[in-house]
């Protein structure tokens, strides 16, 4: 494969800025309006920020930043009100009919499609077995796009978009992420903490990077031997991206891989020793994991019974019409959405051109920016219910149904102006490239070489592979002053 083409300040950070948008070097240094992850008799709702105080911003102490592209970095400006006021108020109305339309929709196209060629793709109709393969390969390809779609749907359920009853939501949310084997409010209380820290290194839920101490243990080096490795094998690097993409998910909820690993702060002690593993009780599916506070227990609990109940189902199916049926209906479009998931929110928050910020330099305006909206055409926006195209907007708003979200993006593209990021060229087969450019460039993170003031608390990607900025040389390169004394830590 090609190495990836290192784009102009132009193509980094690109598309949809307005004509004269400004940008100036300040920026909202406020800590976040919801600093601490725990939540109320509501949180398991992902709701918006709709009721936080605007924070003026204050003046940045960052030096000169670069990102991995070699591009100019300025931390963004603007404020959460800011965002808010500028999106039309309609935008933010709920419609249940409209979605359970959809549901209905998606539902009814993976029944017919089943229907279809359970009916007509038989040894009858198509003797040849090459042809029959050919035809049920199509088949897991269609069902786990339409059911990644549905998963998306769930999604919208877990913010409280989807309707505006919550009973609704999570009634529906349930029977759909149930029998995708995902448990939902075991998701949606995880998933609800990523969007309180996105970008945050000691906080964040999911695809939280190696910092260049964890990166060099990783690979059985110092931290400042870091730079002078040579080149990751393409071959690896496609090996690693495999595991990535057919077994990410599953190893999220069992392991918490890619998730922090601090969960000794966990505020009722219950992370006290405890580090990601799959057999440290740190998953999705365990009440008492430090994922969670002991008042979730009973969410956790109807997680799992919704988990047992589709495995109940599926042990029926395979034992009455063969266990090799049950892997071409089932199990294979069960993998093909697992991978668009891990591609989707992987190439949401992992780019050469985003940042990730320590403890001291987060804000909550600062991490939702650092998220960047991509392109998959009309299987983006029809099947996967725009979840790729707008989710910049998603992380500062996630009430707004996704149908409003294209209008509600447009409309914030002036409040951020270059601090907006997307990646639309080459639309799908963009989005593809995307990976292996990503998987390539996005190696661990660190500052900006000789980065003064809250500057050394924003990072950025830097790789092996001689693409992008180089990594700093100095032996005394650390990834971050958080870090420091921590990199025996594999986040």
């Known amino acids: 494969m090609s190495e990836p083409q290192i784009p102009t300040v132009e193509t980094a950070v690109r598309d949809s800025l307005p004509v004269g948008a400004g940008v100036s070097s300040a920026s909202s240094t406020s800590a976040s309006p919801i600093d601490s992850p725990s939540h109320c008799s509501s949180s398991t709702s992902l709701s918006s920020l709709g009721s936080v105080d605007p924070v003026e911003p204050t003046k940045s102490t960052a030096s000169k930043l670069v990102?991995?592209?070699?591009?100019?970095?300025?931390?963004?400006?603007?404020?959460?009100?800011?965002?808010?006021?500028?999106?039309?108020?309609?935008?933010?109305?709920?419609?249940?009919?409209?979605?359970?339309?959809?549901?209905?929709?998606?539902?009814?196209?993976?029944?017919?499609?089943?229907?279809?060629?359970?009916?007509?793709?038989?040894?009858?109709?198509?003797?040849?077995?090459?042809?029959?393969?050919?035809?049920?390969?199509?088949?897991?390809?269609?069902?786990?796009?339409?059911?990644?779609?549905?998963?998306?749907?769930a999604h919208e359920c877990g913010h409280q978009s989807f309707s505006p009853s919550k009973t609704l939501n999570d009634t529906v949310g349930w029977f759909c992420h149930s029998s995708l084997l995902v448990p939902y409010f075991s998701w949606k209380i995880s998933h609800g903490k990523h969007h309180k820290a996105t970008g945050h290194l000691e906080r964040d839920m999911v695809f939280v990077p190696k910092t260049r101490d964890a990166y060099a243990t990783k690979v059985g080096r110092l931290a400042h031997e870091v730079a002078e490795l040579l080149e990751e094998t393409p071959i690896l690097t496609a090996l690693n991206l495999f595991g990535q993409q057919a077994f990410g998910w599953p190893m999220y909820l069992f392991g918490n891989v890619t998730g922090h690993n601090f969960h000794e702060r966990q505020a009722e002690g219950r992370g006290i020793g405890k580090t990601n593993g799959f057999t440290t009780g740190v998953n999705h599916f365990n009440p008492a994991s430090p994922l969670y506070e002991s008042r979730d227990a009973k969410l956790i609990l109807l997680s799992d019974v919704g988990i047992a109940i589709t495995s109940t189902i599926l042990f029926w199916v395979g034992k009455n019409f063969g266990w090799a049926n049950l892997a071409v209906w089932y199990f294979v479009p069960y993998l093909w959405v697992n991978h668009w998931l891990v591609a989707i929110t992987y190439l949401q928050h992992t780019d050469p051109s985003l940042p990730h910020y320590d403890a001291d330099s987060w804000s909550y305006t600062r991490g939702a920016a650092a998220t960047i909206d991509r392109e998959f055409g009309f299987i983006g926006r029809q099947i996967f219910h725009g979840i790729i195209e707008t989710h910049v907007l998603h992380h500062y708003v996630s009430t707004i149904p996704f149908y409003n979200a294209d209008e509600a993006s447009e409309a914030i593209k002036p409040v951020m102006g270059r601090h907006y990021r997307a990646d639309t060229s080459g639309g799908p087969i963009g989005f593809l490239k995307s990976i292996w450019k990503s998987a390539r460039m996005c190696q661990w993170v660190e500052p900006t070489e000789g980065a003064t003031g809250e500057g050394k608390g924003v990072l950025f990607y830097r790789n092996r592979n001689g693409l992008g900025t180089k990594p700093t040389a100095s032996k005394h390169a650390t990834s971050s002053k958080m870090i420091v004394g921590e990199s025996e830590k594999d986040q």
Not at 67 to 82: A, C, L, R, S, V
Not at 131 to 153: F, H, P, S
Request: aromatic letters at 14%.
């Open 67 to 153: 990102d991995t592209y070699g591009n100019d970095f300025e931390i963004p400006d603007f404020t959460i009100k800011q965002i808010r006021d500028a999106i039309p108020a309609h935008c933010f109305e709920r419609s249940a009919l409209r979605g359970l339309g959809y549901v209905a929709r998606d539902v009814l196209t993976l029944a017919t499609t089943f229907y279809l060629f359970h009916t007509f793709v038989t040894p009858a109709n198509v003797p040849s077995i090459g042809a029959r393969a050919a035809l049920w390969t199509l088949y897991t390809v269609i069902q786990g796009m339409v059911g990644t779609g549905l998963w998306v749907l």
